[in-house]
């Protein structure tokens, strides 16, 4: 399967670890949570690695001035968490991009057809020009939500490229069809599965993440 985005799938031990506490069907609710917290956590800080824009500059130090790097506060950076299981990634996330502005969007499956649904949407009108948008999507099955998310943000002068989107488990289909959609997307991801069931779920997955991280099952 030859694919133009970028996708990549860190080696941290962390990482693994968290996956493999939500993976296991064993693992309550309140401790799911803290997992997809901690992959939401450890995902973004390897996606920001050489994302976030700095500026350099010199501070004193109580012995002398030093050179110094920060984020520089001036670039517009938004967090799109897709609800519901979005926010336990965001929980983790939001910790390490706390001057993030946050845009809620709420996108539910048919589970016939498997096309996702908008029930709330809280995106601007428009994003500022060079917005860095962090999507989270725990999920990426079919790459429906996804699609429809990455649509809303493009519609509204989003960069692709600008992108980064962290998942924590993503299935072949999906990662085609955003492919071909967006080229200059960056994704990361806990793991790439073999494939989709025929209700179009993750194998071997984790089964729902919205209802596992909420006690809904």
């Not at 401790?31 to 997809?36: G, K, Q, V």
């Not at 501070?59 to 050179?67: F, K, M, N, R, S």
């Not at 809303?152 to 600008?162: I, Y």
């Amino acid at each position: 399967m030859a694919l133009q985005l970028r996708i990549y799938v860190p080696p941290h031990p962390l990482i693994k670890h968290w996956l493999a506490v939500a993976r296991d069907h064993g693992t309550p609710p309140v401790l799911f949570r803290a997992a997809m917290k901690e992959l939401g956590r450890w995902l973004t800080y390897e996606a920001v690695r050489d994302w976030l824009p700095t500026v350099d500059t010199t501070v004193q130090t109580p012995l002398g001035d030093c050179e110094a790097t920060f984020v520089n506060p001036e670039v517009p950076m938004a967090a799109v968490p897709i609800l519901r299981a979005g926010l336990a990634l965001w929980e983790g996330a939001q910790e390490l991009l706390p001057l993030a502005s946050v845009y809620h969007l709420g996108l539910v499956r048919d589970e016939q057809t498997l096309t996702p649904h908008c029930y709330l949407n809280k995106l601007p009108p428009q994003f500022a020009p060079q917005t860095q948008v962090l999507v989270l999507d725990p999920m990426v099955a079919t790459g429906g939500s996804l699609l429809a998310a990455l649509a809303e943000l493009v519609q509204r002068g989003v960069d692709p490229a600008l992108i980064r989107v962290i998942a924590v488990v993503a299935a072949p289909p999906a990662l085609q069809a955003l492919s071909t959609a967006y080229p200059a997307l960056t994704l990361y991801s806990a793991m790439i599965d073999t494939g989709l069931n025929a209700q179009g779920y993750i194998l071997p997955g984790l089964g729902d993440a919205g209802d596992r991280a909420f006690g809904t099952l």
